[in-house]
């Protein structure tokens, strides 16, 4: 994975000079839900007038945001690189170091199925955000086989004949490198989905942490997700 000091190459696509976190945004299989997130952070900067100040949870190297100008952070349990926005190393089921609305957005993109403590993650997002709080999960129960849905990292190991959890995080790599930085295992596991959402147990949570919203349908071929949009004010 890459360190800190660590500098993105620089890529052409389209004409257009991009970093690598931008390729990845772009080739992202599940851009149909990335793009959903963005549709409404870009409503959001037209209406601050190109202010909007974002929170992204979970957000690793920033490539969601990368190359958009916007001001964002990223705050996530590993440790990377996000040059042209800011970083903070930090497990968010813990109380979050911020201030009360210090944000317009909080984005919790596929962050939910892996904290130990949704509801208080979730009660975060609300304090330090002034504006909106976007997140989305995945709808395990309607993607395709080959995804393994609803399976757990240990039933994925021996399904797939791995030895331990080392030998399967290294044979994710090529997708996913950080997922070396997760050991040794008495670090917090947070490698595959430690819970499984339906439209009513999502909607409870939200209940329990004070919070109303529609849940949305974001769906393609072998993969669906859930998508809750929380405008407050």
Not at 96 to 109: E, K, R
Not at 161 to 186: C, Q, R, V, W
Not at 206 to 217: F, S
């Amino acid at each position: 994975s890459r360190g800190l000091g660590d500098v993105y190459k620089r890529q052409v696509y389209n004409g257009i000079e991009k970093d690598d976190r931008v390729l990845f945004y772009l080739r992202h299989d599940q851009k149909p839900r990335l793009d959903w997130i963005r549709a409404r952070i870009h409503h959001l900067d037209y209406v601050t007038k190109g202010q909007t100040k974002i929170l992204d949870v979970g957000g690793e190297s920033g490539w969601l945001f990368a190359g958009t100008d916007w001001d964002y952070t990223v705050v996530d349990l590993d440790v990377y690189n996000v040059p042209d926005g800011k970083f903070v190393q930090y497990d968010v089921d813990g109380t979050w170091p911020f201030h009360d609305n210090s944000f317009d957005v909080v984005v919790l993109g596929e962050v939910l199925e892996h904290v130990e403590k949704p509801v208080h993650v979730l009660k975060e997002a609300n304090r330090v955000s002034r504006r909106l709080i976007l997140a989305t999960v995945p709808n395990e129960y309607e993607w395709s086989q080959e995804k393994a849905p609803l399976i757990s990292r240990e039933e994925r190991m021996r399904r797939d004949g791995f030895k331990n959890i080392e030998e399967m995080a290294k044979h994710f790599t090529s997708k996913s490198p950080h997922l070396l930085e997760l050991y040794p295992e008495d670090k917090k596991p947070h490698l595959w989905h430690v819970r499984w959402f339906t439209r009513e147990n999502l909607t409870q949570l939200l209940k329990d942490a004070g919070l109303t919203a529609q849940v949305e349908d974001i769906k393609i071929p072998g993969w669906a997700w859930f998508a809750i949009e929380i405008k407050k004010g």
